[in-house]
């Protein structure tokens, strides 16, 4: 069979289950912001509302308010709703259409593998619900929708993509088609997993109780200085050289987020800084932290202050998502047989 080709066409996603991280940001956003600009490539971005309320119930407010704010941190980030396709999930009806799909696609003994399924479920997996279960279905679905060949997302999300490449791959051989692209991850840079400031061995989570072990993309200087402060070190001085850090992680985590928001590599922090204390380190740190990040926050807080724009963005962006992802779940239901007439 000749090989489809597919249009160079970049989705990514992030949930609107709390407010944006560091970790949000350098493992997932910063890099949405550069594949749009780089020009290659076609970009939808997607808060995924969907997904929000698989770990557990949101009161509807905060979702709708978390939604708009993350709609709102793209934006302030560098995301242009011009040139890049800016929408909410589940006002792309398609999304949860096809995931149905792909849940009769995907096999149980898949999705019980999913570490991040046994982690969210824990010790009572009984008590989980349905839909976390089934959440990477549905990501394969927000993904293939788009027919999307790149997805530029942070570490956690590897073993998800591979499910997505195996959905993919079942759903062409079952059927006897090369309709789905084999999808490819993209997960680059030095914060590929930026972790959590109080524990360098947990990843640093929107969700997590505790508001000290992250930096929220809301927080304004003085609370990111505290924060960064606060994080968890060591007592040895920085070390020359990156292998040195192998088991320190919590000084590694403060070098790769400098690496990150600085544009340079973890080496080069360490060539600026070798030998300096914590003490220290920690104030260049929050000094090149508030300079990132508090323009992005302000940004996002003008944004909020007119909610009806944002809705506007999401509304234009879902008509135009629409263009694409209509005939692809079209062509899907005529694939499995579904009468179209
Ligand atoms: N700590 C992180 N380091 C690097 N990348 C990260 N991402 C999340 N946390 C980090 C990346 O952000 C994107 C969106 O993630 P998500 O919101 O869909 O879900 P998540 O990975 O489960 O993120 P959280 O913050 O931990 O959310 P909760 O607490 O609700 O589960 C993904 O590309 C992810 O890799």
Known sequence: MAQTQFTQRVFSGIQPSGGLTLGNYLGAIKRFVDMQDEGSFQTVYCMVDLHAITAKLLDPDTLRHNTRELCAGFIASGIDPEKSILINQSQVPEHAQLGWIFSCI????????????????????????????????????????????????????????????????????????????????????????????????????????????????????????????????????????????????????LVNIYAALGDITPQAVLDQHAGALFGHFKVALSDVAVDKLAPISSEMSRLMDDPAEIDRILRRGADRAREISVPILEKTYDIVGMLRS
Request: proline share 6%; hydrophobic share 35%; no cysteine.
């Open 106 to 253: 995907a096999r149980m003994g898949w999705m019980e593998r999913m570490t991040q399924y046994k982690d969210k479920s824990g010790k009572n997996a009984e008590a989980a619900s349905l839909g976390l279960l089934a959440y990477p279905a549905l990501m394969a679905a927000d993904i293939l929708l788009y027919h999307a060949t790149h997805v530029p997302v942070g570490d956690d999300q590897k073993q998800h993509l591979e499910l997505t490449r195996d959905i993919a791959a079942k759903f062409n051989h079952d059927y006897g088609v090369d309709f789905f692209p084999i999808t490819e991850p993209v997960i680059e840079g030095a914060a590929t997993r930026v972790m959590n400031l109080q524990d360098g061995t947990k990843k640093m989570s929107k969700s997590d109780p505790s508001d000290k072990t992250r930096i929220n993309m809301t927080d304004d200087a003085d609370t990111i200085a505290k924060k960064i402060r606060k994080a968890k070190t060591d007592p040895d001085p920085l070390p020359d050289n990156t292998d040195a850090l192998t088991d320190r992680p919590d000084a590694r985590n």
